[in-house]
């Protein structure tokens, strides 16, 4: 259920890369959300125009305490404010959660992997950080796609020996400068007959040429789900 429009303050501000950066929230009332879901973000300006935009949350539900981490997009609206001005104690308003579609229940056991390009890790961070919250022995596998090295987020946590969780990296701008292709998907990934829950999440073409191998490979079409931006 999405509830209403609520003020938010800011915590605390973690560094991820040189653009992005994780933005703890305050919430009073949050209700929680799942692994995977957004929520909105809703600025005014002082002659009375609103600017809102979505945002993945990047960790499990924390009583009040809400995470999202914010690529700086190129003359954006919104998140050049929130990654270079927004400052802790500052009001904002929030509405969510919102999607229930793309989320991971920690209850669920079978095999997963998780396929990201860019800022598309966000929610999948979330699922990763829900699992190990929750104890889970689900196995994981990521497929991260990033332009270089120093454009990884959560690059120190995911660098950490983490049980049943397995991670490789694609860099599209750095060493052999390659895009996601079959032989990455199924070098990192399950095979079909495993039946995975498969999570993509990046930009529109990213996420359509991943979903088209996994089709090709066998992979159950209900069991692959996508969420893309741009």
Known sequence: MVFGWREARLLDVRDETASAKTLVLEVP?????????????????EDGYHAQRSYSMSAPADGDRVEVTVQRVFDGEVSPFLVDEYKVGDPIEVRGPIGRWFVWRPRDTTPVMLVAGGSGIVPLMAMLRAREQAGSKALFRLLYSVRTAEDRCYATELARPVGGLDVTYVYTREGARRRVGI????????????????????????????????VALGHNTHRIKTERFG
């Not at 009332?29 to 300006?45: E, F, I, P, S």
């Not at 990455?184 to 191998?213: H, K, L, R, S």
């Open 29 to 45: 009332g949050w209700r929680g959300h799942l692994a995977g879901q957004h929520l909105d973000v809703r600025l005014t300006a």
């Open 183 to 214: 032989a990455d998907v199924v070098n990192a990934g399950w095979p079909a007959d495993f039946e995975p829950q498969v999570f993509v999440c990046g930009p529109n073409g990213f996420v359509e040429t991943v979903a088209d191998i996994l």
